[in-house]
């Protein structure tokens, strides 16, 4: 990929460090398990969660379940939700 994002991270508030960025280009050519492995390395590193929230029945009373958390894949998205034509051609 030749396109830099470099640009978003005034806006992403994202910290620039130059170790990353040469380890970038060092592993820019892996594949495979050893893509999976430096990829793996970096999530572990770098990512935490933000919040959490429950797929089924919980005993924890402060978790919300995934479906009325807004930022969860198992929430509902109005913009998905289509059904057939109106008589007035519309879709939602």
């Not at 640009?7 to 495979?32: C, D, F, H, M």
Request: proline share 10%; net charge negative.
């Amino acid at each position: 990929m030749e396109q830099s994002f470099h640009g978003l991270n005034p806006v992403l508030n994202i910290p620039v460090s130059l170790a990353y960025v040469e380890q970038a280009k060092r592993n820019a050519a892996l594949t495979g398990p050893e893509l999976e492995g430096w990829v793996d390395g970096l999530v572990g590193e770098l990512w935490e969660a933000a919040d959490i929230c429950a797929v089924g029945l919980t005993a924890c009373p402060v978790m919300q379940p995934c479906a009325k958390s807004p930022w969860s894949s198992m929430s509902p998205d109005p913009k998905s939700q289509l059904g057939g034509p109106r008589t007035d051609g519309r879709i939602r």
